[in-house]
């Protein structure tokens, strides 16, 4: 039997050799993602602040109908598995993020564990996390952001509380976004699952954020903030007179 496209997905998470995690690139309309996958990237993984970037929104302001509907051009624009960061749903019913996911083509979701900077209560969140999951079935791959170090907790046992939590309640991947470097064996150790990181620029290479514990890269908005400094290069060159190389 032929694997279904969040299977594929899945299967790419598993039995990660060491220093060899997982990189999704993260579109943010369909020429990009054509790129990516043209470079031969197996799946890619949509950054919300990216999406909404381009499509003219501060990010965590994109209207929930915009963001799914770029979702689904990117998706139409490739043959590989995309997921697409969904912030924490747009306030909308576990059983709807669900139905609108699926209907984008998307294979899985980010979602978030904090609403306009203030992080929610990690036992509720586990609850919705777990409605999600019921909703969704195998059908989608979760990975669930933990926010503790974004918002300030410089503990760690934060953090490793929450990512519990959320696995038990049936995400398969978790994502303590702004974790640091040095940190990351203590919660590979005492998370016992997949480990989302977004490197840094200066920081450690790819490679050696696997070798600490990391089991997946993403870029958040990252190459999306490139590709805009890229264009006003190419701006500055054309209002002088000249042609880009």
């Known amino acids: 039997m032929t694997p279904t496209p969040v299977q594929i997905f899945r299967d790419l998470h ?3 050799a060491a220093g060899d995690p997982l990189v999704l690139p993260g579109p943010w309309d369909a020429p990009s993602a054509r790129a990516f996958a043209g470079a031969g990237f197996p799946a890619l993984a949509t950054p919300s602040a990216g999406v909404a970037a381009a499509l003219g929104h501060e990010d965590g302001r994109t209207p929930a109908a915009e963001m799914f509907a770029a979702v689904t051009r990117i998706v139409r624009a490739v043959d590989i598995p995309v997921s697409a960061d969904i912030e924490r749903g747009y306030g ?3 059983k709807e993020i669900v139905d609108r996911l699926l ?3 998307a294979v899985g979701c980010n979602l978030e564990d904090s609403v306009a900077g203030v992080l929610q209560d990690p036992e509720r969140h586990a609850d919705w996390l777990a409605e999600v999951r019921a ?3 195998d059908r989608l791959f979760i990975n669930a952001r933990v926010d503790s170090f974004l918002r300030g907790v410089t503990d760690p046992a934060d953090a490793i509380g929450r990512a519990r939590r959320y696995l038990a309640a049936g995400a398969d991947c978790v994502y303590p976004l702004g974790v640091p470097p040095e940190q990351l064996p203590l919660l590979r150790s005492e998370i016992g699952g997949p480990i989302n990181v977004a490197p840094s620029p200066g920081g450690p290479s ?3 954020l696997g070798l600490l514990g990391a089991s997946r890269i993403t870029f958040g ?3 999306q903030e490139r590709s805009a400094a890229a264009v006003r290069e190419m701006a500055d060159l ?4 000249a042609l880009p190389a």
């Open 206 to 208: 790819i490679g050696r």
């Open 221 to 223: 908005p990252y190459l």
């Open 103 to 105: 209907e984008t083509g």
């Open 14 to 16: 598993q039995r990660r």
């Open 135 to 137: 909703a969704a079935g």
């Open 238 to 241: 054309l209002r002088t007179g």
């Open 92 to 94: 909308l019913p576990p």
